[in-house]
């Protein structure tokens, strides 16, 4: 199961855009609800999750995604359930994927150390230990970072891409005619 956690205060483009194209990719991914399984998004978009955070079970874990926002990232920070399925991922090898200002939850942790990543622009300090990489999407190993909304979709295609291969994002991009 692929997590996605959304927490009062997410970047909605970047949490949605990319629950799209996994969908569409066939992948098992549920959104998770911070503190409710109704949430509000940064530019007042209420969405209602597919489960809540006491829900979660790393028995079925295959990767676990946050996306940005203010005060969203915040919130994803201060929830025991999250950080714990993060640091569960980097401890077994999972993939974590973190857009916008939410790769700054992975550098607190101190997760990002000698990882290559990237975030929107002015959280690059938030991101201890990280080598600060080059364009809008960045793969290291298990690690997936982007920008920020207008990288959303290929943020989610890097996903699909780890999971299913190129062949498989490629076919995907040309369905929804990406350039």
């Given amino acids: 199961m692929i997590y996605l956690f959304l927490a009062n205060g997410f970047e909605e483009i970047e949490a949605l855009a990319t629950l799209d194209v996994l969908r569409r990719a066939e992948l098992d991914v549920k959104t998770v609800g911070v503190g409710s399984t ?25 990767m676990v995604i946050l996306p940005g926002g203010m005060p969203g990232t915040l919130n994803l920070e ?14 077994h090898d999972l993939p974590v994927a973190a857009i916008c200002a939410a790769p700054s939850v992975l550098g ?3 997760l990002l150390k000698g990882r290559k990543a990237v975030c929107f622009p ?15 999407v960045c793969r290291d190993g298990q690690l ?17 891409r780890m999971f299913q291969g190129d062949d498989a994002a490629q076919r995907l991009r040309m369905t929804m005619q990406c350039p």
């Fill in 78 to 91: 201060n929830s025991p359930i999250v950080t714990t399925s993060v640091r569960y991922c980097f401890e």
């Fill in 108 to 110: 607190h942790m101190g």
């Fill in 144 to 160: 997936i970072t982007a920008k920020g909304a207008g990288a959303a979709v290929e943020f989610a295609l890097e996903i699909v």
């Fill in 38 to 62: 109704s949430i509000m998004g940064s530019h007042q978009i209420t969405v209602t999750t597919d489960m809540e955070q006491s829900q979660v079970l790393t028995d079925n874990m295959e």
């Fill in 122 to 136: 002015g959280f690059e300090q938030e991101l201890e230990g990280a080598e600060l990489a080059e364009g809008f």
